[in-house]
């Protein structure tokens, strides 16, 4: 679990879109932990998460997620999460909803490092 936890200390502190990092990261055992905070980047859009991980066979496994994207005015861009709420979605209960669409759409099981790739995406466009 440290392991993971420096991996994303590490991802966080190397992004060139990250300015601010306010992360907390909680360990519960040897094999669960729980990463969650706020990470701002350099055009004023923030990123608020949460991670609960488990590690079974040396695999991460999220028992729970969401990353919510807010552009600088806190309006939602984009979040995906896992809470079982869109049985409707062919991914459930993974799932991403994105501003301006009623519906949410399928979406694999998401990571930290997956939503930092997408965020560098959008910013250095």
Known sequence: ????????QNLLQSSPVVKTVD???????????VVHGTVGMVDGSTLHFLELILIQEANIVRQKYRFQFMDRSGKMIFRYDNAPHHPEVETHPHHKHTRGEERPRPSKEIGLREVMLELEEILVR
Do not use: H, Q
């Open 1 to 8: 679990m440290r392991d993971y936890f420096l991996e994303l």
């Open 23 to 33: 992360v907390e990261y909680e360990l519960k055992s040897r094999t669960i932990g």
